[in-house]
């Protein structure tokens, strides 16, 4: 089960080993995972989940889930931005222009180009606004896209992103857009709670024209739902539970030492213990046996025990804790990225209940 599970790939070990010994100094040095994502490559991580034909290697769900887990609890930036980037593949793998698999999976298995994504836009974020933030014209040979996509992750280091714009008419569309594109502009990386290693930015599109060769998916209405993946999926919800057992094996470490840690530390582990299984069931589960265990369930779990488990392994840490640089520290500021990356409506709604709701102080 996914609970019990480190991998027992040792080439995959050694490169979580690796990416765990540099994830302090990038964390508190805001540096880009270069070396990171370099391990993973070597490690042969960047081929999964991209067919055999173009160099890659299909691997279960289960495998991947593995991966991000381990990965996260080695080190946060590096899954993450991995998931940006597997994202971007994931879409270019499902879409229909065996052309355009062919020019651009190869480098992307191979670790020679780097992709990521800038889709937010298209589903969560500035959807109050009332209007696209991007939009898009048809033309003869392809599209004109105009616009401000909120956030990329890892866009200046990037050459190839997966991007979305809504047409006159309603409909949207998913492009790969090389980031040398005349008319793309990347803004600066912003300096965040956590995670301001990723290089997280917008980016402007000031009339960049795009090849109908490079369409990924659509024009359909909310292309987003097409395709597996997005907001609030289950990888979100793996990667917030990598974190989770991050905190909770340092605060079990402490509890072997304190007596007095031990009853929490073992309710946390036993609760981590469901949340893996329940998510082990719903990947499997195709067959829906526990229509409960939905992807929303799931994230709001998952959300709510990294931010406790980050919490109550500061608090055992005690003021060392508090200090820069300590694991629990970085643990907490990691654990409130989820409230707010791919976090649908309805998760952070059951967040805002959990936080305006007074514990009962007598039992
Ligand atoms: C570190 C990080 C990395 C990310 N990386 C990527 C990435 O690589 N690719 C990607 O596609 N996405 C990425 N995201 C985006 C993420 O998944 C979410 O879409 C994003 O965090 C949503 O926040 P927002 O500020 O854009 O939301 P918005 O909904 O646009 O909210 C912005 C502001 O608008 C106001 N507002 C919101 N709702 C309302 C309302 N109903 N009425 C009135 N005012 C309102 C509030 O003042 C709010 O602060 C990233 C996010 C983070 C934090």
């Given at each position: 089960?996914?609970?019990?599970?480190?991998?027992?790939?040792?080439?995959?070990?050694?490169?979580?080993?690796?990416?765990?010994?540099?994830?302090?100094?990038?964390?508190?040095?805001?540096?880009?995972?270069?070396?990171?994502?370099?391990?993973?490559?070597?490690?042969?991580?960047?081929?999964?989940?991209?067919?055999?034909?173009?160099?890659?290697?299909?691997?279960?769900?289960?495998?991947?889930a593995h991966v991000y887990l381990d990965c996260t609890s080695a080190c946060l930036t590096t899954s993450f931005v991995l998931?940006?980037?597997?994202?971007?593949?994931?879409?270019?793998?499902?879409c229909q222009s065996e052309q355009l698999k062919q020019r651009l999976l190869p480098g992307l298995a191979a670790g020679e180009h780097f992709a990521t994504v800038g889709i937010s836009h298209l589903s969560s974020s500035g959807q109050h606004l009332g209007k696209p933030m991007v939009v898009a014209r048809e033309t003869e040979l392809g599209y004109v896209l105009s616009g401000m996509v909120p956030w990329v992750t890892g866009a200046i280091h990037a050459d190839l992103?997966?991007?979305?714009?809504?047409?006159?008419?309603?409909?949207?569309?998913?492009?790969?857009?090389?980031?040398?594109?005349?008319?793309?502009e990347l803004g600066k990386p912003v300096s965040m709670l956590s995670l301001t290693c990723s290089a997280t930015g917008n980016m402007h599109l000031n009339e960049v024209f795009v090849p109908h060769e490079n369409l990924v998916a659509g024009p359909v209405e909310n292309v987003m739902k097409s395709g597996g993946g997005g907001t609030g999926s289950l990888t979100t919800s793996l990667i917030a539970t990598g974190v989770a057992r991050r905190a909770i094996r340092l605060l079990s470490e402490e509890a072997d030492l304190r007596e007095d840690l031990?009853?929490?530390?073992?309710?946390?582990?036993?609760?981590?213990?469901?949340?893996?299984?329940?998510?082990?069931?719903?990947?499997?589960?195709?067959?829906?046996?526990?229509p409960e265990l939905t992807p929303q369930n799931l994230r709001t779990r998952s959300n709510s025990l990294v931010l406790r488990a980050s919490q109550a392994y500061l608090t055992a840490a005690k003021g060392r804790g508090f200090v820069l640089g300590h694991a629990a520290e970085r643990t907490v500021r990691e654990s409130m990225f989820f409230l707010v990356w791919s976090c649908p409506q309805p998760v952070a709604q059951a967040a805002m209940r959990e936080f305006a709701c007074s514990p009962n102080w007598q039992s």
């Open positions: 089960m996914l609970s019990e599970y480190i991998t027992n790939n040792q080439v995959y070990l050694r490169a979580f080993q690796q990416i765990a010994e540099k994830a302090q100094i990038t964390d508190l040095e805001n540096l880009w995972p270069a070396q990171q994502l370099q391990c993973l490559t070597d490690a042969g991580i960047s081929a999964l989940g991209i067919p055999e034909i173009y160099g890659g290697r299909l691997v279960t769900e289960q495998e991947m998931s940006q980037r597997n994202a971007a593949v994931q879409r270019i793998v499902a992103l997966v991007t979305g714009a809504t047409l006159e008419d309603g409909r949207q569309i998913l492009l790969a857009i090389e980031t040398n594109t005349e008319g793309v031990q009853t929490q530390s073992n309710q946390l582990i036993a609760e981590m213990t469901e949340v893996l299984n329940d998510l082990e069931i719903a990947q499997s589960d195709s067959a829906c046996h526990q």
